[in-house]
């Protein structure tokens, strides 16, 4: 998958820092935010944008660098599932248009949401759960918006929410899940987050990379 090269197997050398250096320059294009904890924190409570544009999240809940933990994705966040969370206040300006939502997850609950991403209040949220009427994962965003596909626990998994001309895809480990739902609502400039639904679901389990983009990956960008 070409956005591999994003996630830098904890080896700092290995990361390209700004378009230019790239061998994908179109990844970096339409980046709000890059967050890599293989890159690790920035005084212990801060996970460092790597998209050059400053949205460094703040890491609460009692996380340290011990939840800062070494795996075959290099090192990645471990989430507790009580109250880790890591945000920060974005004016992505995405309103009523396009953008995506990408993460390496593994989770460790398949129940109660399990929120990976979100914007405010469930406006909207990505997670391992998209809802108590399935068992997919997806989002709920107006109403639930299950991805097609249930995941395992204890795997690693690039999952990849995005919005093309008012319509939700869903794409796992590069390819295009069964469900798109048509929505317009317009997304907030308000807290975004990961680890946490924006209600009362936090997430069990790990996170690499994750992403925010201003517009909607095409099916090859994400493979």
Not at 8 to 21: D, I, K, T
Not at 40 to 48: A, D, M, P, S, Y
Not at 118 to 135: I, Q, R, W, Y
Not at 152 to 162: C, I, V
């Amino acid at each position: 998958m070409k956005n591999q090269e994003l996630f830098s197997l904890s080896f700092a050398n290995r990361f390209a820092r700004n378009r230019s250096e790239s061998k994908y320059p179109y990844l970096w294009d339409g980046l709000i935010g890059l967050w890599i904890p293989s890159l690790g924190h920035q005084g212990g409570t801060i996970l460092r944008d790597y998209s050059n544009n400053n949205n460094h999240l703040t890491i609460a809940g009692g996380m340290t660098n011990e939840d800062l933990l070494l795996s075959e994705k290099g090192y990645v966040l471990d989430f507790d599932g009580v109250n880790d969370e890591a945000s920060v206040t974005i004016n992505h300006n995405v309103g009523t248009g396009d953008f995506t939502w990408c993460a390496w997850v593994n989770t460790a609950r398949l129940t109660d949401y399990n929120g990976i991403m979100s914007v405010g209040s469930f406006a909207p949220n990505f997670a391992v759960d998209s809802g108590p009427s399935s068992t997919n994962w997806g989002a709920y965003w107006d109403a639930e918006r299950a991805s097609g596909n249930i995941l395992s626990l204890n795997r690693w998994y690039h999952l990849t929410f995005t919005r093309k001309n008012g319509i939700l895809y869903f794409y796992q480990d590069g390819d295009r899940t069964a469900n798109t739902y048509s929505v317009s609502t317009s997304m907030a400039n308000t807290t975004f987050r990961i680890g946490h639904n924006g209600n009362t679901s936090f997430l069990l389990g790990k996170l690499g990379d994750a992403r925010f983009y201003n517009r909607a990956l095409s099916g090859q960008e994400i493979r």
